[in-house]
């Protein structure tokens, strides 16, 4: 069984608020262009994300990226592959090295398949910070820091709730297997349901299809009955597995949580159709790589010496869900 410590995570939430502070500085500077000072206007940053464009996910964190670039008078530059394909990033990640930026912000869903394009960057004396997936991998990349999410204990938690409401048997719903964050999400719930003799299983779908996820769900819960419990890694496999439920008569029965948030699922938490969504807060995923190199960049320094940042997990229920709605309105969350 695998095992991880849990981070005591208090020093760097202290990190996250005066990082915010000191980005956001003099607001009449919020102009979406690059501030005053000619040093910083020269500065470029690229990011390379797995994020592909029907993952509404990633939008909150271009958001991110753009409300950072203008507060701290910089240029960011975002590319991400059309679908989840390590050589395509991999490329991309060449492509920005080679047109050497001043830093380079990049995920790491597989950092056996992205090392040698992360690694070369550094050696070229790019600074790199990593963000979302990828946290273990980070130091041992060179990545300067991480800023990204929990994802051992954020799927500890959702076993834990899941256990707290009595499940007997259970689905994690993965939308990119070989993505190494996600695979870490369902090893934490696995681990946190096996200390209640709760089984998972993983059931593979496709992030792009989501009338096949619609109808994968509908067929493993027909196949087995006992399946009480469901986690999804992601918005785009919760709502057809919510429409797999509605299909069979088994909302309520089934007790489903998610990850991340979407307009869509927040209502459904608010209408007790979903328990619960783990929120880890992906627009700081985007807005502090941008604050931390410009500083870094400026500086030489680096919070902590690289400690990693978390955003998350935190969870929304019924009792949050409508407050959070409305920043997803704004796309904050």
């Known amino acids: 069984m695998l095992t991880a410590q849990r981070p005591h995570r208090a020093a760097s939430a202290v990190l996250v608020a005066l990082l915010v502070a000191t980005a956001c500085g003099d607001p009449a500077q919020r102009s979406g262009e690059p501030g005053t000072d000619s040093a910083r206007a020269d500065l470029r940053i690229v990011a390379v994300t797995h994020g592909v464009s029907a993952n509404p996910f990633w939008s909150v964190v271009i958001n991110g990226l753009d409300d950072a670039a203008r507060d701290m008078g910089v240029r960011v530059e975002y590319q991400a592959p059309s679908t989840f394909d390590m050589v ?99 090893q934490g719930l696995s681990d946190a349901l096996a200390e209640h003799g709760v089984p998972v299983e993983v059931l593979a779908v496709e992030l792009a299809d989501p009338e096949d996820t619609r109808q994968r769900v509908a067929g493993a819960l027909l196949a087995d009955a006992t399946i009480d419990g469901m986690l999804t890694l992601g918005t785009t496999g919760a709502e057809p597995a919510l429409a797999a439920l509605q299909d069979l008569g088994r909302v309520g029965d089934v007790h489903l949580g998610t990850f991340d948030l979407s307009t869509s699922v927040l209502e459904a938490i608010r209408d007790g159709e979903i328990d619960f969504a783990i929120d880890q807060q992906q627009y700081l995923q985007g807005y502090l790589p941008v604050v931390l190199l410009t500083l870094y960049i400026e500086t030489g320094t680096v919070p902590g010496g690289g400690l990693a940042l978390p955003t998350g997990p935190g969870f929304v229920t019924s009792e949050t869900a409508q407050q959070v709605m409305d920043l997803t309105s704004r796309g904050l969350r």
């Open 88 to 186: 395509t990033m991999s490329e991309l990640i060449d492509a920005a090295v080679a047109s050497r930026p001043d830093g380079l912000v990049v995920s790491v869903p597989d950092p056996d398949a992205l090392g040698a394009s992360i690694r070369a960057a550094v050696a070229v004396g790019i600074p790199v910070i990593t963000i979302n997936s990828g946290g273990d991998a980070s130091a041992s990349l060179g990545a300067v820091a991480h800023v990204g999410q929990a994802e051992y204990d954020a799927g500890f938690g959702g076993g834990e709730r899941l256990a707290e409401a009595g499940v007997h048997r259970v689905l994690c719903v993965n939308q990119e297997v070989g993505n190494a964050s996600l695979d870490t999400r369902c």
